[in-house]
């Protein structure tokens, strides 16, 4: 049960009095309510009982159901009272108890002070901030004087002084002093906790926990940063893990002595080896005992481990481990101390390295403000926080890093009692020089999985009522394509709770670029970082604009480079980058500081590429983005920003603006993902009227990029065939501007004859260019997604393997085309002929093919989940072994089509005709023939378990004698269905998978 003041205090009162008191627990095994001798004194004198009210909801009290009770302990010159409770007390009494803590009032923090004032209205608790001024009050032994606040006032007295997040009292408010004539404040003093037990030695207990591991446990039980009514420990869910062993005898050894359930997913080429177990369980294993299971050498001995380096990427939950391990450690009370370092707080690490145990002692006192009462700090274990984040505030390089470990393991290793355990991101440590270490265990953080985010969310939910995202939304994203650029966030606890926060329903999104924006605005202003990391000087000063822009300008650049990531030398030379680094950021290793804070990684780079200064460490490194879309999502928004560069210029020079899309788009195709994400974010600027698309300018040069085959002058091709260049430049300045100019005169005046013969001849180059711009017969493929290409004529073109994926290809003639393997995915072909086209192994899911003419198309093989064939025309067809599971067929002409072995699992063919089609073998179960015309067709062999016949005409007895199955099926004719039964009863049983 969470700790919950309110439920610890209670309402004191006598006839004469109102004060407050506090549950406690005794030795005797009793009950216990601790409050003032001077509350309850009256009733004590007049021996009337005493009244009191526990919390109810909402900071109110039970007023209306009291307890009525005699005092059973009291000390008059100490001013205390007890007052036992029995368990019938407590029915459908939410209470909980609290501790009496010895503290050192010297190095003591400030508390929290509870009580009911007589002018609070229904018993509203305080919960006031209150430092001591005085350790003791002169002449008055065990009693320690408090600040001057005004709101501890008569009716305080007998309440707690609370640790701010643990159920520990370290004193007891006792007295007020009147106000002097001159109308200064009140003095007001409390009962030290030791003092109150000493009165009741054989009654109360004294906690004598170090208030340093106090403060440490309460980390868990903070307020998020960015929800003050949700705690970390409201939501938190245990991570599993990941372990890196690289030694062949000790994975053999692992395998043997480890549960199988546990490891799930072996990389040997990475050398982690997932478990689906708590990584709490792991490390606590770890830290009581100094040893691992799975650590065993050849000769059976178990490894001692001295140090746990602990990985994990930005946001996915290093820091909030930590919390997590701190409250368990407390709650496990072992025998060793333990201390937490927040790295990035330390100012100078070669000092740290230097002089390592001083200025570990050192951060612990600033941090604690606490006495450490000569504690040895090499017996117990560190957990340091934040390697990574340390050149935050240090500009150190790899190199120290490196020799910071290499100090840390010589300590954990001259100190046996010793055991430290470091947290960092990827690519800050060289991992291969630690395999040769033993004492050293490497984990790493794992994604989280469906089913945790699904257990996430239940807990977020129960604090967060009005929230409506739901498991299933959780289920839509791992299942629907449509959302993979979110599923590849919900990974990330931080990144969840950002998606989960929008509340947008995964039934409701209209636009996913919407969603995504908002999250990526969070990530920037960083209001779900710890406020002790945003607040550093390096973070807090970035301007958030030239950030975006500066993450903008790399995402393209990764996208569109050579390597997939970029180095030092490139970055330092992005103009958005300087305009970034002319703040406070100085050099470009700031710059590197500030992008590791973001969900980016970084690593060593590929000794091959060998860019930059080889001497010098720091410039090999390269960056990525951490999530795929999130890179693509940039890479779109700086795209549009350079748009609206071309279109503000107001010079009239088609190669520079050809010039221009090369730097765009020329070296790579643009993926369709990112060109949603241009028109999403271009029809969200103009929604919210930020900027005016007006193309005008463009769609004035197209007889111009048309006359120099979209290359202008002063492109550089390197190893890029200049047909693909043609090609890149081409299908993203089509698609952008057949987007955004839909509405204006401008797409009317296009000449759209100019761009089909642009298109045919790059169709046709395409059949006889290879890579190298050489003549072949094989194809290159074309890739024309999100493009609208309505009634062009492609007839006899050569389009195999080419890719269409969310265009609109309505009333377009593929007549006798070759499309074989192409991707029509989420196309429209409304009206469309198809006529004799060759689509043997095309992806067709989720299409759009209403009145489309099949007629003798080859559809052998294709694939065609969930596409929309209504009314459409496929007379003679070829759909051998096509896979149209779900398929809507409804008033389709099948007629004479051959859809052997065809699966048609759960497809819809209400009203449709399939007259003398060839259905041998197919795979009908689930199908929906209601009304449709099966006069000849050919059912030998097929599967029709659980189809519906309802209204179906033309079916005969021969036709339904001839299949594999008719078990479950519905609306067959009652008498054909009798005559079956009885002649052919094996058609009614189920099918066994084979």
């Given amino acids: ?39 309850v004194e009256h009733s004590i004198k007049y021996q009337s009982d005493v009244i009191i009210s526990f919390y109810e909801s909402h900071e109110r009290f039970d007023l209306n159901n009291p307890i009525y009770k005699k005092v059973t302990y009291k000390n008059l010159e100490a001013d205390i009272a007890l007052i036992q409770l029995i368990e019938e007390d407590f029915i459908n009494k939410n209470h909980q108890k609290l501790k009496l803590l010895k503290v050192d009032l010297e190095n003591t923090n400030y508390f929290q002070s509870y009580g009911f004032p007589t002018d609070f209205h229904n018993g509203k608790s305080g919960g006031d901030k209150c430092q001591i001024l005085n350790k003791v009050v002169p002449k008055v032994k065990k009693l320690f004087q408090l ?107 692992m395998y043997e002595n480890c549960s199988s359930k546990f490891i799930i997913s072996p990389d040997r080429r990475s050398g982690f080896h997932k478990f689906e177990q708590s990584l709490h369980e792991r490390v606590n294993n770890i830290l009581s005992t100094n040893r691992t299971y799975f650590g065993f050498d050849k000769h059976g001995k178990e490894d001692e481990i001295n140090m746990i380096m602990l990985l994990g990427y930005p946001g996915q939950g290093k820091t909030s481990f930590v919390y997590k391990q701190l409250k368990l450690l407390f709650e496990q009370n072992i025998e060793r101390r333990f201390y937490m370092i927040k790295l990035r707080e330390i100012e100078d690490i070669q000092v740290l390295i230097q002089q390592t145990l001083s200025t570990i002692e050192n951060e612990i006192i600033a941090q604690s403000r606490e006495l450490l009462n000569n504690e040895k700090l090499d017996r117990g274990i560190w957990i340091l926080d934040g390697l990574d984040e340390i050149s935050i505030n240090n500009d150190p390089g790899y190199r120290y890093i490196d020799t910071l470990i290499n100090k840390l393991h010589g300590l954990s290793q001259d100190n046996p009692q010793l055991t430290i355990v470091i947290t960092s991101r990827f690519g800050f440590i060289n991992l291969d020089s630690l395999k040769s270490k033993r004492d050293i265990i490497i984990l790493q953080i794992s994604e989280f999985d469906k089913n945790q985010q699904i257990k996430w969310l239940k807990k977020y939910k129960k604090f967060n009522k009005e929230c409506e995202f739901s498991t299933d939304d959780i289920e839509s994203f791992h299942t629907n ?139 090999n490194f390269g960056i990525e983005f951490l999530h795929e879309y999130m890179c693509l999502y940039f890479c779109a928004e700086h795209i549009i920003n350079e748009i609206l560069c071309i279109q503000e210029n107001n010079r009239r020079n088609s190669d520079h603006d050809l010039d221009e899309f090369y730097l765009l788009f020329g070296k790579k195709r643009a993926p369709a993902q990112m060109i949603k994400y241009i028109f999403d974010i271009m029809k969200e600027k103009q929604s919210k009227n930020i900027h005016e698309f007006d193309t005008s300018k463009l769609t004035l040069f197209f007889e111009d990029f048309l006359n120099k085959n979209f290359i202008g002058e002063n492109q550089k091709f390197n190893n890029t065939p200049p047909i693909n260049v043609m090609v890149n430049i081409f299908y993203s300045y089509w698609t952008i501007i057949s987007n955004v100019t839909k509405n204006h005169n401008s797409y009317i005046e296009l000449n759209r004859t100019s761009f089909f013969q642009l298109l045919t001849l790059l169709v046709q180059s395409s059949s006889n260019i290879d ?37 609109t290809l309505i009333n377009v003639n593929f007549t006798r085309a070759q499309l074989s393997f192409t991707n029509f995915v989420g196309a429209k072909l409304f009206e469309a002929n198809l006529s004799e086209a060759n689509l043997d192994s095309a992806l067709m899911n989720d299409s759009k093919m209403h009145d489309t003419i099949l007629f003798r198309t080859n559809l052998s093989n294709a694939i065609m989940l969930r596409v929309e064939l209504y009314n459409a025309t496929l007379i003679q067809a070829i759909l051998i072994n096509t896979d149209l599971s779900n398929a809507k067929l409804n008033q389709a002409d099948l007629s004479n089509s051959n859809l052997t072995e065809a699966i048609l699992v759960n497809s819809n063919f209400t009203d449709a005709i399939l007259r003398n089609a060839d259905l041998r073998r197919s795979n009908l179960s689930g199908a929906d023939l209601s009304g449709a015309d099966l006069s000849g067709a050919d059912l030998s062999g097929a599967d029709l378990s659980g189809a519906d016949f309802k209204e179906a005409k033309n079916i005969t007895l021969e036709q339904l004698s001839a299949t594999k199955s008719l078990y479950k099926t519905k609306g067959l004719n009652k008498q054909i269905r009798k005559e079956l039964q009885k002649n052919s009863p094996h058609l009614f049983k189920k099918v066994a998978k084979q």
């Fill in 1 to 39: 049960m969470a700790f919950n003041r309110q439920n610890c205090i209670v309402k004191v009162q006598s006839e004469a009095s109102t004060g407050t008191g506090f549950i406690v627990d005794g030795k005797d095994g009793n009950t216990y309510v601790l409050t003032c001798y001077h509350v």
């Fill in 147 to 253: 600040d001057n606040t005004k709101e501890l006032r008569r009716g305080f007295s007998g309440g707690p002084l609370l640790h701010p997040t643990e159920p520990y009292v370290m004193g007891m408010f006792s007295d007020i002093e009147s106000e002097d004539k001159d109308g200064s404040q009140p003095n007001h003093y409390a009962l030290q906790a030791e003092y109150i037990v000493e009165c009741f030695p054989e009654i109360l207990n004294l906690e004598t926990r170090h208030p340093y591991e106090i403060m440490l446990s309460s980390y868990y039980d903070e307020p998020l940063p960015s929800n003050p009514s949700i705690r970390l420990s409201d939501i938190y869910v245990d991570p599993y893990f990941s372990v890196r062993v690289t030694d062949k005898d000790m994975i053999e050894n």
């Fill in 481 to 619: 394509n449509k959302f993979q650029e979110l599923k590849e966030m919900l990974t990330q606890p931080i990144l969840l709770k950002m998606i989960v926060e929008n509340t947008i329903r995964a039934n409701k999104i209209d636009s996913l670029t919407s969603l995504y924006n908002q999250v990526i605005e969070s990530i920037i202003i960083r209001n779900w970082a710890p406020k002790d990391e945003k607040n550093l000087p390096a973070l807090a000063s970035i301007d958030a604009y030239k950030l975006r822009k500066a993450l903008q300008e790399i995402a393209h650049n990764i996208f569109f480079g050579s390597k997939g990531y970029i180095n030092r030398t490139d970055l330092e030379d992005l103009k958005n980058v300087v305009a970034l680094r002319s703040g406070s950021l100085g050099d470009i290793g700031g710059v590197r500081k500030l992008l590791i804070a973001f969900f980016m990684k970084d690593y060593e780079k590929s000794s091959q590429d060998n860019s930059g200064n080889k001497k010098d460490i720091e410039y």
């Fill in 771 to 807: 890579d190298n711009n050489n003549l072949t017969n094989d194809a290159v493929n074309i890739r024309i997604e999100g493009s609208d290409l309505s009634n062009i004529n492609l007839c006899n073109s050569y389009l195999k393997m080419s890719s269409f994926i969310d265009s």
